[in-house]
């Protein structure tokens, strides 16, 4: 942070710019990629029409490009990972941008089922959170699966936004692949568009992962998972759905514009054979899903008046 803050309850500097991901009004287009790490960011940049026409790394490591697909602004932001960091993404860029937000989530998964087999992109019709019930981890531990049960909380599902899901899975088939000798032996990466999602507080403890270092009861929580219908893992998008919901019921006027977020997942373990996808075969599956999303959220109309209304892209 460079410069002094103006307003404790929502901070931001003298030139409007939030406090943590650092930007300001025309800075952010009003469809967004979020990932986590800044090398699948450029990938999905390279997709653009030409350079980028803003950049900028915050403080505190949020990395927003912004730029043309097919003569459409749109920007990626790399947010790190987890809930906390969905949450402080998802507001700030709201307080900078007018009209509509759509957010797709291009993210990696682990993968409990074998319709999901690594190479293949997911995009969940619903997630589910998991969330660690700290309280009960200071009862006497009973059994695995009262344990499960008590420290970890499943949320009802939240469905993606039909029109983002649609258009993600088009993008992606259309875009598919050749099968490789290189990668995934020769075997051509598909899509799949029916499953359930959990998102985990977590990528230990409430992925169901074990360590003799910490008491984290989740012997049986793999399976109590699995009883939901869930076939994947990640750590966002459930809090993407939720906040969508959250500002879609918030906000009160016609071009207050509202919010749409769906996701796409490449998954990049197996934890049912214990497989981990190679740097290579990342790099078939970012630059393939890369590009397919940026045509969906392309795809999704947002009407004149529902668009931010001068930016870099002006
Ligand atoms: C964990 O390795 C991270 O990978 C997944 C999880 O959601 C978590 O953020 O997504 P990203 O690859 O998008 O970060
Ligand atoms: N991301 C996750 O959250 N879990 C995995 O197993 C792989 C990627």
Redesign the pocket.
């Known amino acids: 942070m460079k410069e002094t803050l103006l307003d404790a309850n929502f901070p931001r500097d003298a030139q409007g710019r939030t406090y943590h991901v650092g930007t300001k009004p025309g800075e952010v287009a009003n469809r967004i990629i979020t990932v986590g790490d800044h090398t699948r960011a450029r990938r999905i940049a390279t997709n653009f029409d030409g350079p980028p026409l803003f950049e900028s790394e915050s403080h505190r490591k949020f990395l927003t490009i912004t730029g043309l697909f097919k003569g459409v602004p749109i920007t990626v932001v790399s947010i790190g990972m987890g809930f906390s960091l969905v949450d402080f993404f998802i507001r700030e860029v709201r307080a900078v941008l007018q009209g509509d937000m759509f957010v797709v989530r291009l993210g ?3 993968s409990l089922s074998q319709d999901a087999p690594i190479g293949s992109v997911v995009v969940p019709l619903q997630s589910v959170g998991v969330l660690q019930n700290y309280d009960a981890f200071l009862e006497d531990a009973a059994n695995p699966a009262a344990d499960a049960a008590r420290c970890y909380h499943i949320t009802k599902p939240l469905p993606a936004d039909a029109v983002l899901h649609r258009a993600l899975v088009d993008a992606l088939k259309a875009r598919l692949p050749p099968a490789q000798e290189s990668v995934f032996g020769g075997r051509q990466p598909s899509v799949v568009d029916n499953l359930v999602n959990a998102s985990t507080d977590s ?1 230990y403890s409430s ?1 169901g992962r074990t360590t003799p270092f910490f008491e984290d009861r989740n012997s049986a929580l793999i399976e109590r998972i699995q009883a939901h219908g869930v076939s994947t ?3 966002e998008t459930y809090l993407l759905s939720h906040l969508a919901r959250s500002h879609n019921r918030a906000v009160h006027t016609a071009t207050d514009g509202e919010m749409r977020v769906a996701a796409a997942q490449i998954v ?2 197996n ?1 049912t054979t214990a497989a981990f996808v190679t740097p290579a075969e990342v790099e078939v599956l970012e630059r393939w899903a890369g590009g397919a999303v940026c045509e969906a959220l392309v795809a999704a109309e947002i009407s004149a008046e529902r668009l931010h209304p001068k930016g870099v892209w002006s």
């Open positions: 990696s998964c682990g990528f992925q893992f990640e750590m990049f373990a934890r």
